[in-house]
């Protein structure tokens, strides 16, 4: 597959191939995780060119390291320089026979942990692959994207592009005037909180996620926008919280129509390459040839580790911000309430009391970032599940073990 020459349209063929695979598919084309029968031969591209939900487990673990050959996707360059990543200490209890690397050794066998990586003050401190994944390889997202979408709101509004977050939505989207989003501003787009009806359930295949990736785009409409301009309103703007994909493209949508750039090329001039990622990165597209701002951007776990270590240092490429002045304090706390004790939901970005803050995908994708410790830890896996108490226990206390071990280093 071309990962860097797509329609820009939705051609007849790309739209059919695209359905094929994503008709009744939502319950796993970000979201859902159910089983099937083991594959007869091993996964290749070819063998995945069908819908999610007949994914088995080796399918996901080869499909995740592989997602930019079975999906159309656009590339988002790196630049000219790399930005290093030195070797630090070993993490306290986590050498050959520590306490932390039994542990390890554990979850990476429980939980398909196909890559990770530990910064401290910029430094690796501990790095572990498996699932036959490894540093120069790349695994996809999942919704760890809708918070690097966040960033690029950010950016948008710090180049001018984006005038205020309290803009209403319809002054970059016009074509979503005269239904559910009238009123409705930029803000609450970023917090999930517009009142506009959506039904997230993805074991019914009547649901909007079920629908937004299988009903055919209105002619000459983005697939984003087509869908999302039908929904009702069922709540007055920014009273109620729920979680909306399809809103998180939309936000890709915007942000795309106020730079006038393709969401993977900002992506690029902003972070990527301004930055210095190691590896060039993909985005996958939807059926209209644009790039979906709320999943499935594809990287390597060091460079998703070198997003947090961006996030963490304030979004400053040589000392100048790329971002509007209090974005991250405004969009790491808590803006919007998800009705859980010490939780809460920023600008696409999932909040703690504590201050610490996570990028999170399905199938246990995360970027968990601590400023008072100067910690990032970036997680890549092919949880059997979608989601699941189980797996983000085990995954907390994972991070919660590392944060000790740094601790420690402070009490010798």
């Not at 530990?118 to 999942?142: N, P």
């Not at 009123?183 to 970023?190: E, I, W």
């Not at 911000?321 to 009705?339: H, K, S």
Request: glycine share 10%.
């Amino acid at each position: 597959m071309i990962l860097d020459r797509v329609p820009t349209a939705a051609a007849p063929w790309f739209a059919a191939r695209t359905r094929r695979v994503l008709v009744g598919a939502a319950l796993l084309v970000m979201f859902s995780a159910g089983s099937a029968a083991d594959s007869v031969a091993p996964p290749t591209p070819a063998s995945l060119d069908r819908a999610l939900a007949t994914w088995n487990q080796a399918d996901r673990e080869f499909g995740f390291a592989h997602w930019a050959e079975v999906f159309h996707t656009r590339v988002v360059k790196r630049g000219a320089h790399v930005h290093e990543l030195p070797p630090g200490a070993p993490l306290p209890g986590f050498g050959a026979g520590g306490a932390g690397a039994d542990a390890l050794d554990r979850y990476a066998v429980d939980y398909k942990l196909a890559g990770l990586v530990v910064l401290h003050d910029g430094k690796i401190r501990l790095e572990r692959y498996g699932l036959g994944h490894r540093a120069d390889g790349q695994w996809t997202s999942f919704s760890v994207a809708k918070s690097l979408t966040s960033t690029l709101v950010g950016a948008a509004l710090k180049d001018g592009f984006i005038n205020s977050i309290d803009d209403p939505v319809t002054r970059y989207i016009p074509e979503l005037g005269g239904r559910g989003y009238d009123g409705v501003t930029v803000r609450q787009l970023l917090t999930m909180t517009s009142g506009v009806k959506w039904n997230e359930d993805y074991t019914d295949v009547h649901s909007d996620v079920a629908l937004f990736y299988s009903t055919p785009p209105d002619p000459g409409v983005d697939a984003t926008v087509s869908y999302m301009r039908r929904l009702p309103r069922e709540a007055p703007p920014g009273e109620k919280w729920l979680y909306k994909t399809g809103e998180t493209n939309l936000l890709g949508v915007l942000v795309s129509r106020a730079t006038g750039k393709p969401l993977a090329s900002y992506a690029s001039e902003k972070i990527w390459a301004a930055y210095g990622m190691e590896q060039d990165s993909t985005w996958r597209l939807d059926v209209t040839g644009h790039e979906q701002g709320g999943c499935c951007f594809q990287a390597s776990t060091r460079d998703f580790a070198r997003i947090g270590q961006f996030v963490l240092d304030d979004a400053r490429i040589d000392g100048k911000p790329i971002v509007a002045d209090g974005w991250f304090e405004a969009a790491t706390q808590r803006q919007a309430d998800i009705g859980v004790p010490g939780r809460g939901y920023g600008y696409q970005w999932w909040t703690r009391d504590d201050g610490t803050f996570d990028a999170i995908g399905i199938h246990g994708q995360m970027i968990h970032i601590d400023r008072a410790r100067r910690l990032v830890v970036t997680i890549n896996s092919a949880w059997p599940v979608a989601t699941g108490k189980q797996q983000s226990a085990a995954r907390t206390e994972l991070v919660n073990s590392i944060a000790a071990a740094i601790d420690s280093e402070g009490k010798r």
